[in-house]
């Protein structure tokens, strides 16, 4: 199978004032399309920072990162903004909904920025919203939702343009255990339907729904193991 996501050498240093802080120390990764990973390590071991490069909202100091076969280490911010809505959906812990819009607006909102027809985009969301589980709250604002409805929100506004990876950082962190598991059964829904989904976690349950775990200790692989 070929690779969604091929990352080599890749340093990522924060400058604080004269101080240089080195976060990711050199990471190698090879990752297929349909994959299903979850990235476990101890708090600071710069997971959130792997992630934000993963997913274009950051740049590396150094390394290469190739994404479908194009080198987004050296876009520029447009070039990247563009990609970033078109190939990534990114779930966030804190789910990152627009407080005062609707279900079908939030996640029909990444396709204003692509362009698309508000016809198309209400269609689309719909569906989306649909697949969820949340056909029934579309017209719903965020603070009208449970937790686990909000971020099935913010899943379907990763899901709504297609893109090839879905990117999760600590999905679950702020959900309690039983809200954790139908989000999980939600990502696997997303996996088998052929999508390559990557998830940071602390818990061991979550991270037992990914066929591969990624370990990172001070900001390099500790381990990369699969499991299916
Ligand atoms: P994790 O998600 O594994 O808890 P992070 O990737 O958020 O870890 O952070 C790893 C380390 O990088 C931490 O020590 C953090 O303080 C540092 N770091 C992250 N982002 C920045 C930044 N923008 N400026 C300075 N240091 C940062
Ligand atoms: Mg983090």
Do not use: W
């Not at 299903?36 to 934000?52: D, E, F």
């Not at 056909?135 to 709504?160: E, F, I, T, W, Y």
């Not at 729904?209 to 299916?228: F, K, Q």
């Amino acid at each position: 199978m070929e690779n969604v996501i091929d990352i080599k050498g890749i340093i990522r240093n924060f400058q604080l004032g004269q101080e240089t802080v080195y976060v990711l120390k050199g990471i190698d990764l090879e990752i297929k399309r349909g994959d299903y990973i979850a990235i476990m390590g101890p708090s600071g071991s710069g997971k959130s920072t792997l992630m934000n490069l993963l997913g274009c909202l950051d740049t590396p100091t150094d390394g290469t990162y190739n994404l479908n076969g194009n080198d987004v280490s050296k876009m520029t911010d447009d070039e990247l903004a563009e990609i970033r809505n078109k190939e990534i959906g990114f779930v966030f812990q804190t789910f990152n909904l627009l407080p005062r819009t609707t279900a079908l607006d939030n996640v029909a909102l990444p396709m204003v920025y692509a362009g698309t027809s508000k016809k198309d985009r209400n269609a689309r969301a719909e569906e989306v919203l649909a697949d969820v589980g949340l056909a029934d709250r579309m017209d719903h604002k965020p603070n009208q939702l449970s937790g686990g409805q909000r971020q099935r929100v913010a899943v379907g506004r990763a899901l709504v343009n297609k893109p090839s990876i879905i990117l999760a950082d600590e999905p679950t962190g702020n959900l309690d255990s039983k809200t954790s598991l139908e989000i999980m059964q939600l990502f696997d829904d997303i996996h088998a339907a052929g999508n390559t989904v990557i998830l940071v976690t602390h818990e061991e349950e979550v991270a037992a729904h990914a066929h591969r775990v990624i370990r990172l200790r001070d900001g390099m692989v500790e381990s990369d193991v699969r499991n299916r």
